[in-house]
């Protein structure tokens, strides 16, 4: 999960993972025809 800063100057916090946020992607992704990138696959590189 991500990390952002919720006041100006304090420490990063780890946002909470959504409920069923994974199936939902999934669900849209093989609806595409793709594949959906969930846990580590997001993160930028």
Do not use: F
């Not at 990063?12 to 025809?33: D, F, H, M, T, V």
């Not at 793709?34 to 846990?39: P, R, S």
Request: proline share 7%.
């Amino acid at each position: 999960m991500p990390k952002v800063m919720i006041t100006a100057g304090q420490p990063l916090e780890q946002l909470s993972e959504l409920p069923g946020s994974e199936e939902k992607a999934r669900a849209i992704a093989s609806l595409l025809n793709t594949q959906a990138l969930t846990g580590n696959q997001q993160s930028i590189r």
